[in-house]
């Protein structure tokens, strides 16, 4: 088998980058920071007792909520510093070091979230890669939210990824917290399913 090219967050960030991060997240969760908004959506959108694919889950803000409030969770991510974190820091989920783009984990998930920026920080020209492995994790009615800033990962280019990974934008968001997609938006969520 082929070594997948390095994700963006590997070549494109200094090191250290990964602690840096991991110690951002612990300050702001001990600052008291609403860390789980993406998760707080994902919850409302699923049945109870879910299958949740956190993919490109860091240190695992975001599953580790949805683990708490009873669903089933794996958390898969690349960075094996941050799952470290995320077995440290929220004990429960599947916590696995795992590139997106070979994913194959043999199971489906009712819900795939990929929040913070994970499918501008992918190797270049990997997105519609990923999002194919993602649907081939996906139930019939599942669907994969995908959240990330429009100056980081273009629409033109997310949606070209969408359509070459044979998916379909459902609903497009400018904020976890519902707010309408407008062309201006710096950020967007994506709610996609099977075409
Ligand atoms: C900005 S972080 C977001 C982490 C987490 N989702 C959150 O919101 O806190 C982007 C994440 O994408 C992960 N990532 C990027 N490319 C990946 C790939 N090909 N496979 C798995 N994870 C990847 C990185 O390792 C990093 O943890």
Known sequence: MTTPP???????????????????????????????GEARLIDAMVGRGSRILDAGCGPGRVGGYLHGVGHEVVGVDVDPILIDAAIADHPGPDWRVQDLSTLDLGTAFDAIVCAGNVLAFVAPD????????????????????????????????????????????DLRLSTWDVRPWRDDADFAVSIVRLA
């Open 126 to 169: 990997t997105e519609a890669l990923v999002l194919s492995r993602l649907k081939a994790h996906l139930t019939d009615d599942g669907f994969i939210a995908v959240g990330f800033h429009t100056d980081k990962l273009s629409i033109a280019a997310f949606d070209d990824a969408v359509a070459a990974a044979g998916l379909t934008l």
């Open 6 to 36: 390095l994700p963006r967050w590997i070549t494109d960030t200094k090191p250290g980058h990964s602690e840096w991060y991991v110690d951002r997240f612990r300050t702001m969760a001990a600052d008291g920071a609403d860390l789980v």
